[in-house]
């Protein structure tokens, strides 16, 4: 058995953790840290680099995406969704689809308020929200920040799709009005003057990951990254956690024989940080012995370490649908890179080479909004949403119900279209649900097996008043979609849309251009909404931002860490991703797993006495803007 020693080891190489490892790897070069990760290293690789290739990771057969399948869930009618998590150097930010989104104000305030947490507001995060990022958009914006690692822009350009949803926008919904910024924290359900933002650079066109932007452009002789390797569970020496153990992944290592084989192990001398997201994380802490009685007692640990009950509870997603609709020829989509087209890929690599422009420059979602309804829309989301409406957001106005937007190719499955044509350009006028009743949770199914799947239950659609918000998404999606001057028709295929009987004015049918912006409304029969809420029980899935199994609040109340980020019932052991947080976020969350690693950084520093670096503006970013 091989050992070793290190100050720190950080289980998990996502964005949190390796925010965090950066941070106090730069601040103390005496400090030996150590960060295992299951995946492989993506350094300099342009399916990484370039934003627009992120469909490839999505692929069966991805080795940069572990592919959770959940068990059968009634409430979605027998189906079992798959919730993909990011699996290599940089987790989730490295084969994300770069939406730059950030939460409401008050989302962080509950998690101070509502759940206790000091420290955790949304001034007192703020600072951290600026730190990580230069925000290219805008100069002087009071809660961006200019000279932060991770670049903020438009992408490298501007969809049709994405410019006429907004200008549909502009004459169909004239009570939400138009913001210059739908990420300044404290206000929503205004539409972007120009769209949706990125994490992309501007100037090289190249994805803000966190592996490129705070490890491997610097210099860190003290920090150590092994991939290709799974944390088994933690090891404890008197209640303290002393080390971990852990095992070649057999993907990249086949040689090492089964991941049951003997397990190496690494020693921390002072602090053990599991960063391994919302599904690895909680795994970790119960293959270790921490977490329920009986969930322990089901794998056969009979003597916990630690009994916490809210370990692997709480789950939370944002729940996506997309609906597609056939784009104009001319229009441009991403459907070309999506399916590997490589003359497509050669023509853009130019640009993006040249000057970081074009198509892989971009995500294709440059258009939506932080959406909340009016008083019209309660009444055709009707009565079951009310109670939820009344308690939950109506004190907070900051709070979107829905994120509502146009994603520009097809992302869904190519077997249910009618015509697999390998011309198809398509957009998605899509929606999630910012903070769904339904919570649901995960379980390891083996004590020794790091392999073995999990028992997850994302809960989607487990509350009534979920349901009804997906119904409202989806009646604006066919109306704003149907405006759009690209529209041909809704893409055709089994199950694309709802199946409505064919004499409804709703069924889909090949049509060659859009309705006048004045149109009227569809009305849909009871028949209609059936088959709507059919359909969106087999289509509502991940909208990859599984958050909250190892919340941050009060252990009585099933919480499995503290305002520091220490697992209850035992020493030297912290969580840094997006377990911990305690409730949801009204956002796409990348921008909130950064803010952890941030913030851990600063609490792990304090309890080391080390002072943290501050960033240097980029002169040559204000000088652009
Ligand atoms: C396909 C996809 C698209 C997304 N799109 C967007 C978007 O456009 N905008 C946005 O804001 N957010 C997006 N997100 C969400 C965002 O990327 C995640 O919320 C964020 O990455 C979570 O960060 P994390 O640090 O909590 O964990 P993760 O990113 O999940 O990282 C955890 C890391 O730990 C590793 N790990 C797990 N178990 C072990 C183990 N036992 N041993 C060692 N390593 C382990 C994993 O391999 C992974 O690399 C997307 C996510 C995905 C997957």
Redesign the pocket.
């Known amino acids: 058995m091989s050992e070793q020693i290190y100050d720190i080891i950080i289980?998990?190489?996502?964005?949190?953790?390796l925010v965090l490892a950066s941070r106090l790897a730069a601040a103390a070069s005496a400090l030996r840290i150590l960060v295992?990760?299951?995946?492989p290293p993506t350094r300099n690789d342009p399916l990484h680099t370039q934003p627009a290739r992120?469909a490839h990771?999505?692929r069966p057969g991805s080795t940069t995406?572990?592919f959770h399948a959940a068990r059968p869930s009634e409430a979605l009618g027998g189906r079992a969704p798959v919730v993909?998590?990011?699996?290599?150097?940089?987790?989730?930010?490295s084969?994300?689809?770069?939406?730059?989104?950030r939460a409401a104000a008050s989302d962080y305030d509950d998690w101070k308020n509502v759940h206790g947490n000091r420290g955790w507001g949304s001034r007192d995060l703020l600072p951290l929200l600026r730190k990580c990022e230069t925000y290219e958009i805008a100069p002087d914006q009071p809660t961006h920040g200019y000279s932060g690692p991770l670049k903020v822009s438009y992408g490298g350009l501007f969809t049709e799709v994405g410019r006429e949803f907004l200008e549909v926008a502009r004459v169909y919904d004239t009570t939400r009005g138009e913001t210059e910024d739908v990420n300044g924290l404290f206000e929503c359900n205004k539409y972007g003057v120009r769209g949706k933002s990125t994490?992309i650079d501007s100037r090289t066109g190249k994805r803000s990951d966190v592996p490129h932007h705070y490890i491997y452009n610097r210099d860190l002789p003290n920090l150590h990254i092994l991939s290709g390797?799974?944390?088994?569970r933690v090891l404890f020496t008197n209640g303290r956690a002393s080390g971990v153990e852990?095992v070649p992944n057999t993907r990249f290592h086949p040689s090492a024989g089964n991941s049951n084989s003997e397990p190496l192990v690494a020693h921390a001398r002072r602090l053990v940080v599991l960063?391994?997201?919302?599904?690895?994380?909680p795994?970790?802490l119960e293959r270790s012995g921490i977490g329920a009685r009986h969930v322990l007692a089901g794998v056969g640990i009979t003597e916990p370490v630690v009994e916490l009950p809210g370990v692997g509870e709480n789950y939370q997603d944002h729940q996506v649908v997309f609906a597609y609709y056939k784009a104009a020829p001319e229009a441009h989509t991403l459907d070309g890179i999506a399916r590997g087209d490589e003359a497509e890929i050669k023509k853009w690599s130019e640009h993006w080479h040249r000057d970081g422009s074009g198509l892989l420059a971009q995500?294709g979602?440059d258009a939506g909004i932080k959406l909340r309804p009016n008083t019209h829309d309660l009444d055709v989301i009707g009565e079951s949403f009310r109670k939820r409406w009344l308690s939950y957001y109506a004190p907070a106005p900051d709070k979107p119900v829905l994120w509502f937007g146009v994603v520009a190719l097809y992302l869904g499955d190519r077997a249910k279209l009618a015509q697999p044509a390998d011309d198809l350009k398509a957009y998605a006028v899509g929606w999630f649900l910012t903070h769904p009743a339904s919570t649901g949770r995960t379980h390891i199914t083996s004590a020794t097996d790091?392999d073995a799947p999990l028992d997850l239950h994302p809960g989607f659609l487990d509350s009534p008043e979920d349901m009804a918000l997906h119904k409202w998404g989806y009646k604006l999606s066919r109306e704003y979609a149907r405006r759009m001057p690209s529209y041909r028709g809704e893409v055709l295929g089994t199950g694309i849309h709802p199946s409505f009987a064919p004499s409804s004015l709703l069924a889909t049918r090949e049509r060659d251009g859009p309705v006048p912006v004045d149109e009227p409304e569809f009305v849909y029969s009871e028949e209609d909404e059936r088959a709507l809420e059919e359909w969106i029980k087999a289509n509502v899935s991940t909208a990859?931002?599984?958050?909250g199994t190892c919340a941050m609040k009060a252990r009585e109340k099933g919480g499995v860490v503290d305002e520091r980020l220490n697992v209850y019932g035992v020493e030297g052991l912290k969580i840094a991703?997006?377990?911990i947080c305690p409730a949801n976020v009204g956002?796409?969350?990348?921008?909130?797993?950064i803010v952890?690693?941030e913030k851990a950084a600063m609490i792990v520093a304090e309890d080391l006495g080390i002072a943290l670096q501050e960033e240097v503006d980029d002169a040559r970013v204000r000088a652009r803007l």
């Not at 990859?544 to 958050?547: D, R």
Request: hydrophobic share 35%; charged share 5%.
């Open positions: 289980a998990g190489a996502g964005p949190a953790g295992i990760e299951s995946g992120y990771h999505l995406v572990h993909p998590c990011g699996r290599c150097v940089g987790g989730g930010s084969v994300n689809f770069a939406v730059y989104t994490w390797h799974h944390v088994k852990y960063s391994a997201g919302a599904l690895g994380t795994a970790i995500n979602q790091v990859w931002h599984s958050l991703d997006l377990s956002a796409n969350t990348y921008s909130t797993a952890v690693g």
